[in-house]
């Protein structure tokens, strides 16, 4: 699909600094050489747009038999995506999916009142050497969605659009950008995308969301005459037209953003809320373990084991 933005970029260098609105450097944590870089939610900002939780998790090299095993756990209030740039997830849920997830595909999982899932390394994955690198989001849901029955979404790399022209390569992984949209299912507007940018190529913002930022991963970007690196993320301000330049080394970048919600969010271990009883209500139900007429089961196929919940309250 030809590049066809709806306006011309405007000069980055032109953009005023205090565009950036805020600028979130992540929190990293080795789990037994496994880095885990998380920019939301961040002391200055609990969301963007819908977005409440962005993982940058790897890149990381495993040995033979060796993987993730993320055991089965709950959420309530969201919708999770999961999109890989190398390696795979199993994904198991309450729901009976059983799904593998590759390389630029996406697994979307809704919540709603309740959920349960898993995410492994499969077993022929492990077999070998291999490598994993990606980001999973959480993306809040309206107030009015967060009672939902829970759904389950998969879509293949193709079925995504991808706009490829003029040293741009972008995928939209979720909602509206650039005169196009995501096959994908979602509760509220948002932009989700993966852009991978040439050395100095400059992309304008997706101007027609509310709220935008961008998490630099690979390479630079610069604006407003300064240069930001990997590992960074930049909240804009409403309104502005925004561009941003891709350094020397170009760049890859991950642009988000969307309709602000009513309210903001309670936020315990996997769990997300507008209000704090319906937190205490699915705590109490994990806890409770009752996996045959409670709030939550456990995935089929993988139920013989599960995260326990945080002693903290």
Request: hydrophobic share 35%; glycine share 8%; with cysteine.
């Amino acid at each position: 699909m030809s590049w066809n933005p709806a306006m011309e970029p405007m000069c980055p260098d032109q953009t005023d600094v205090d565009a950036i609105e805020t600028l979130i450097i992540p929190r990293s944590r080795d789990l037994g050489g496994f880095e885990v870089r998380r920019a939301l939610p961040a002391p200055k900002r609990q969301m963007v747009g819908p977005f409440i939780f962005f993982d940058q998790a790897g890149p990381a090299d495993f040995l033979s038999h060796q993987g993730i095993d993320v055991r089965p756990h709950p959420h309530i209030g969201l919708s999770t995506v999961t999109y890989l740039f190398k390696g795979e997830f199993h994904h198991r849920d309450s729901l009976g999916n059983d799904q593998i997830i590759y390389p630029g595909e996406v697994n979307w999982m809704t919540a709603g009142r309740g959920v349960t899932h898993s995410e492994r390394t499969s077993k022929e994955t492990r077999a070998h050497p291999h490598s994993l690198y990606g980001i999973q989001t959480w993306v809040a849901l309206p107030e009015d969605r967060e009672d939902s029955a829970p759904d389950f979404e998969h879509r293949n790399k193709e079925d995504l659009p991808f706009l490829n022209a003029e040293g741009k390569r972008i995928r939209l992984i979720l909602g509206t950008a650039y005169g196009q949209r995501s096959p994908v299912q979602t509760s509220s507007e948002m932009f989700y995308l993966d852009a991978a940018l040439d050395p100095e190529v400059v992309l304008p913002l997706p101007d027609d969301h509310e709220d935008r930022g961008i998490y630099v991963l690979e390479g630079s970007i610069r604006v407003a005459k300064q240069e930001f690196e990997s590992g960074r993320m930049m909240v804009f301000r409403p309104g502005d037209r925004i561009a941003v330049q891709a350094g020397a080394k170009g760049a890859r970048l991950m642009m988000l953003g969307g309709a602000t919600l009513s309210g903001p969010r309670y936020i315990w271990w996997n769990f997300v809320a507008s209000s704090k009883d319906k937190i205490e209500e699915a705590k109490q139900a994990w806890r409770a373990g009752d996996w045959n007429s409670g709030l939550f089961t456990l995935p089929p196929g993988d139920d013989q084991e599960f995260a326990r919940a945080p002693e903290n309250d």
